[in-house]
């Protein structure tokens, strides 16, 4: 039961018929600042005048 609760099934436990528990997963660790600088890294660069300009062209500039 416990192995299906690490891969992150939710297991209800019953007695008599009765649902009296319930095992989950705790929640994950946040990632540390190493971590995700290291994942940026791999993210490509964003120019922000393109950015703006792909803004305006959904949004309305003048709001």
Avoid: F, N, Y
Avoid at 7 to 20: C, K, N, Q, S
Avoid at 24 to 37: C, G, H, Y
Avoid at 53 to 60: G, L, P, S, Y
């Amino acid at each position: 039961m416990l192995d299906r609760v690490e891969r992150g099934e939710r297991v209800i436990v019953t007695r008599d018929g009765r649902a009296i528990a319930e095992l989950r997963p705790l929640p994950r660790r946040s990632a540390s600042a190493v971590e995700l600088i290291e994942r940026r890294k791999g993210l490509p660069r964003v120019d922000p005048d393109v950015l703006r300009r792909d803004i305006d062209t959904v949004i309305d500039p003048t709001l």
